[in-house]
């Protein structure tokens, strides 16, 4: 069995960060995502509103560096819980709970990527600085920087 959900989209909302009684934070946003064709009747494109959930460390670095309106990408898994509301009638939510966020704008939408961050061990920020020195870091990683232009490999650098 899988359970597995990638999506990328732009925050409705500021995320919103609460803690539980034993301490653990905790974010929610909604996720705004884009449907892959154009509506017939309004020949606009639709979108879906989607709840996230982020726990933890990971749910702090999102209250911290996501606002409205940015272009974010969530890897998760889909989650159905149900509470009984004041009227006592069992109410169902649908959401996403994150185990991976990635920052696809910066404060400033002048960078395609800022970062990322994943919960649990192993993962880490990938995200900050800023100025010349920024530039220059991200022209060193661009793997299409050269593209279109010859690359130079000798036959040693082959692995076969």
Excluded: H
Aim: a negative charge; charged letters at 25%; proline letters at 4%.
């Amino acid at each position: 069995m899988l359970n597995r959900v990638i999506l990328i989209g732009r925050l409705t909302r500021d995320p919103e960060l609460r803690y539980t009684p034993a301490g653990v934070a905790v974010t929610q946003f909604t996720l705004a995502v884009d449907r892959p064709f154009v509506s017939s009747q309004s020949k606009e494109r639709e979108a879906d509103f989607i709840p996230v959930v982020t726990w933890r460390q990971l749910a702090e670095t999102c209250a911290n560096y996501l606002r409205k309106g940015r272009l974010a990408a969530v890897e998760g898994r889909m989650q159905v819980r149900s509470y009984d509301n004041n009227e006592g009638r069992k109410v169902y939510v649908t959401e996403v709970i994150a185990d991976n966020v990635r920052f696809l704008e910066s404060a400033n939408s002048a960078n395609r990527e800022e970062g990322s961050y994943s919960g649990g061990s192993g993962g880490g920020y990938g995200g900050g600085g800023s100025g010349s020195g920024r530039n220059t870091r991200d022209q060193q990683q661009d793997p299409f920087l050269d593209d279109g232009k010859p690359i130079d490999i000798s036959d040693d650098d082959l692995p076969f």
